[in-house]
């Protein structure tokens, strides 16, 4: 079981799952940017176990065995819907899915039947355990959608117990890629600041039509030239590329993340290795893999 520090002020119950509340959301949220995730995760939160493990498996690609087991209590920062707990449900002996936004209640219906794995609805700012609590904690495309990226990284390694580790991922500004992906992707978060603000039905309507006309085409490119034998290292240079092996419901699903969110910040590998350090982090490992970045650090 997981042991709160304090009362939660109410419980919502999901499919027989409770939800527990924490209504105090602090300063640092932007609750627009919350708002959207709600409607975003309540959109897209079918998602069966094999797409889970397959796209799981590149975010937790540099977490060793011996950083988890069944002795380990997990904190998921920012759960949405749930995915990465679930991943990571029978690799230790409990987990902590925490989300100020309506999403938590999409992860109550996929992780329904999942006993160890614990929701909450509380934000990074009021988290309801004690310090030095949890033996491991991850943090997957979250942070970045907070104002003080680097605050909200110290207030979860808090929650870590010294020599535990924590896995985070962040959007990276393109700092391994050159100035024409570099241009492309200026023009993509010109048009996101204008869907962005765009009532929630156009707004998802708008970024399925992009997954078409825009995401497709770079991806059926990727997967013809996979066909054709050219190597991964070529195929990397074609904007997202990453989504070559992904269903279109994933690709629907990060059209709508990526360009549907208010509030987005990036980072270069050399500031994320400093947030991570001045929030307690040492021995420091970034994946060379997509996504980037994700690194995972041990408390000091």
């Known amino acids: 079981m997981i042991q709160e520090s304090k009362a939660p002020v109410g419980t919502i119950s999901v499919k027989n799952k409770p939800v527990k509340r924490y209504d105090d959301l602090g300063q640092n949220i932007d609750l627009t940017t919350v708002e959207s995730f709600g409607e975003e995760w309540n959109a897209f939160h079918q998602f069966d176990d094999a797409e889970i493990k397959k796209i799981g498996d590149t975010y937790f690609d540099i977490v060793t065995p011996a950083m988890l087991g069944q002795d380990?209590?997990?904190?998921?920062?920012?759960?949405?819907?749930?995915?990465?707990?679930?991943?990571?449900?029978?690799?230790?002996?409990?987990?902590?899915?925490?989300?100020?936004?309506?999403?938590?209640?999409?992860?109550?219906?996929?992780?329904?039947?999942?006993?160890?794995?614990?929701?909450?609805?509380?934000?990074?700012d009021n988290l309801p355990f004690e310090n030095n609590?949890?033996?491991?904690?991850?943090?997957?495309?979250?942070?970045?959608?907070?104002?003080?990226?680097?605050?909200?990284?110290?207030?979860?390694?808090?929650?870590?117990?010294?020599g535990g580790h924590f896995l985070v991922y962040?959007?990276?500004?393109?700092?391994?890629?050159?100035?024409?992906?570099?241009?492309?992707?200026?023009?993509?978060?010109?048009?996101?600041?204008?869907?962005?603000?765009?009532?929630?039905?156009?707004?998802?309507?708008?970024?399925?039509?992009?997954?078409?006309?825009?995401?497709?085409?770079?991806?059926?490119l990727s997967r013809l030239l996979k066909v054709f034998g050219v190597s991964k290292k070529i195929r990397?240079?074609?904007?997202?590329?990453?989504?070559?092996?992904?269903?279109?419901?994933?690709?629907?699903?990060?059209?709508?993340?990526?360009?549907?969110?208010?509030?987005?910040?990036?980072?270069?590998?050399?500031?994320?290795q400093q947030m991570m350090e001045k929030a307690g982090l040492g021995d420091i490992v970034f994946s060379n893999q997509s996504p980037f970045w994700h690194a995972v650090g041990k408390k000091r």
């Open 236 to 272: 990397s240079k074609i904007p997202l590329h990453v989504y070559e092996n992904n269903s279109f419901y994933i690709i629907r699903n990060d059209a709508l993340d990526r360009f549907g969110t208010p509030l987005e910040q990036r980072f270069s590998k050399a500031e994320i």
């Open 72 to 124: 380990k209590i997990a904190a998921d920062f920012g759960c949405g819907t749930g995915r990465w707990s679930k991943y990571m449900h029978d690799k230790v002996g409990a987990v902590a899915a925490i989300d100020p936004s309506d999403a938590v209640l999409a992860a109550g219906h996929l992780l329904q039947d999942i006993p160890n794995v614990h929701l909450y609805k509380a934000s990074i």
């Open 170 to 220: 962040l959007y990276y500004k393109l700092d391994n890629r050159g100035k024409l992906y570099r241009f492309l992707f200026s023009l993509s978060d010109l048009v996101r600041r204008v869907v962005s603000k765009m009532p929630a039905w156009l707004k998802k309507f708008t970024c399925n039509v992009m997954a078409v006309f825009f995401y497709m085409p770079f991806i059926l």
């Open 133 to 162: 609590y949890f033996d491991f904690g991850f943090s997957l495309g979250v942070l970045h959608h907070i104002p003080d990226t680097a605050k909200a990284m110290e207030a979860c390694v808090e929650k870590i117990k010294p």
